[in-house]
């Protein structure tokens, strides 16, 4: 068994593998094996890797599973203590590995860890997929230290400290492999968009720790390339978003909370239909829980088993107050504004 695997999914990302795999190979090669598993990529993906970066092992998959069951499969034929499943778009630094990998060798209660997130086209300000660790706020939205909404903030070492979080971004999440698949892994069904939040929502759940350990850091091209409006990502964040909830939300909170998100869902939907003009994204919200209606009922059992394994009425980092009136009526924009508990 290898103690650690670091496991790019790729899909049609030649260009980014080119730009960034260096320098995941120049400081990663002698701490972790390197895989790239490729879901069946159309473009010159395989030969580049075949040719330019011949240390890599590749792990060959027949279409695209997409990112959640795309690396089930891959991770089914790794062999490993730790995972570290890193997106194609990240930079890496020096000595970015050997604090992740000293934190879960020093804590076994610690399940999944991430680094601290930046941009790629700017060193000095957060990333928005994953900045310095996530958590949920009681309806559901995540946001991070240093990424609440829109508002993604500069790192000016606020938030240099290691903080147990709710949620690690899958960008560049080392896990347990063991905890890993004490849970299934990531949810096949989500296909993207929100399958590390429920993966890290199900651990801490079961009382396993998720922890932001900004020692370590990286460098995310991630949103920075994206359209900002995406009908299909609409559609996957909503949808996928509701049945996380419904999957691991407490009996308790369960009718109270879905009631507001239907509420808020289509208010959001009319806000972009009336406001924005934007119709591509109103009808993906109203797709996204017309579909979560038709499917919810498929994670009967997913979620008896979850509530069955839990530990506590409420996972901790799980925030009590509501994030749209922090944001948008009471004018908190930064993480540290925010009502958080104390530890």
Known sequence: MEKLAIVILNWNGAQMLQKYLPSVLRYSRDEATVYVADNASADESLALLRTEFPEVRIIELDRN?????????????????????????????????????????????????????????????????GASGGFLDRYGYPFCRGRVFSTVERDDGQYDYPSDVLWATGAALMVRAADYWSVGGLDGRFFAHNEEIDLCWRLRIRGRRIVCLPESQVYHVGGGTLPKSNPMKTYLNFRNNLTMLYKCLPEAELRHVMRWRCFLDYLAAFEMLLLQR?????????????????????????????????????APCRTRFSLLWQYYVKGRKLFSQLPMPSA
């Open 278 to 314: 934007n119709w591509g994204d109103f009808r993906a919200v109203c797709r996204a829980r017309s579909d979560f209606r038709r499917w919810r009922h498929d994670f009967d059992n997913d979620r008896c088993d979850i509530q069955a394994s839990r530990v506590a009425d409420n």
């Open 65 to 129: 599973w997409g990112f959640a069951e795309g690396y089930n499969k891959a991770l089914r034929q790794v062999d490993a203590e730790y995972y570290l499943l890193l997106n194609s778009d990240i930079e890496v630094t020096h000595h970015w590995l050997t604090p992740l990998v000293e934190l879960m060798d020093s804590h076994d209660d610690i399940a999944a860890c991430q680094p601290k997130l930046l941009s790629v086209f700017d060193h000095d300000k957060f990333e928005y997929a």
